[in-house]
């Protein structure tokens, strides 16, 4: 593996950099899972849109730049480097396209992919129900075929669904054929939540976000052409979106490069305060997460020259889960543990940080579930 940059992907940095230094808010926004905050979160993705920065590996015809996916490694650094906002439109363009991409017709492309882009349309993700979390094969939400008007009768419950109380749009998995075995007969839809007997309820969380909703499906008409891929096969097109969810789209290495050098500034910053810098095992704490961040932008760069060579990462994405889940939990409590009773104070930023760490090692599959998965599908394990 090469780790030097070509002349071209040096100059597609500077790009980068130059509009985003030139572009990204001076002040942060507020969070996106407000009300509010979502709202001035989609003009900001609107502006990456217009500039063509919003999905910089999609096809021209999409909005994008047709970037290869080692430019896409060199934006999301440069992204979180400039401190710029959080993607909103997150569960479409890292999770939902990429399937979009690999199972969907021209149609859906054509009819989704634009609007996802630029923020007109956003996807909130049906996986979870009140009972299927992390064992998705237990679903109960139903789908029954309704031949006469050429589609299907959509039934139950999605929970958890992290900013389904301001999105346009859902994609989840029903069973539609319930005398299958768990991991079958199950289809994957893409639904309009303003569909006649879909009733979103929104619910608070303890940090005082909004975003979270409960969504009921009572007797919900789709027709055939939101049906994602082969009906019953909705299981296998499930695994291809958790996979861009746990291994490489969603949690780029970025994100924690910029997050680790915030890191050591604090450090430094407390140092010179307080002498609070001067605990040893607390310095350690903060080497071993420096080099935690480099070591996964290192195993990134190789899953994407295999990827580039044709192979698939499979199963190994529950093992890069769990790496950036609990990396991300071990900085911001270093953090935590160099600001001390300061670390209380909203406006610092790394207390809401770290209780968003704290989800981390639960969303896209508990680690418990990922560490099982690694064990029998990776390792070769047998089954207790």
Known sequence: MDLTWTAEQQGFR????????????????????????????????RRLFDARWAVVSWPEAYGGREASLWEWLIFEEEYYRAGAPQRVTQNGIFLLAPTLFEFGTPEQQDRYLPKMASGEETWCQGWSEPDAGSDLAAITSRAVRVDAAGGWRLTGQKTWTTRGAFCTHLFGLFRSDPEAQRHHGLTYFLVPLDAAGVTVRGFGRLDGDEGFAEVFFDDVFVPDDLVLGEVHEGWRIAMATTGSERGLTLRSPGRFLAAINRLVELADEVDLATGVGNDPALRHDIVDSYIDAEAYQLQTLGTVTRISAGESIGAESSLTKIYWSDLDVRLHEAALRLLGPAAELEDNGWMKGYQFALSGPIYAGTNEIQRNVVAERVLGLPRK
């Open 14 to 45: 500077a790009e980068a950099r130059g509009w985003l230094e030139a572009n990204v808010p001076a002040a942060p926004l507020p969070s996106g899972d407000t009300r509010d905050g979502f709202a001035l979160h989609l003009e900001w993705e």
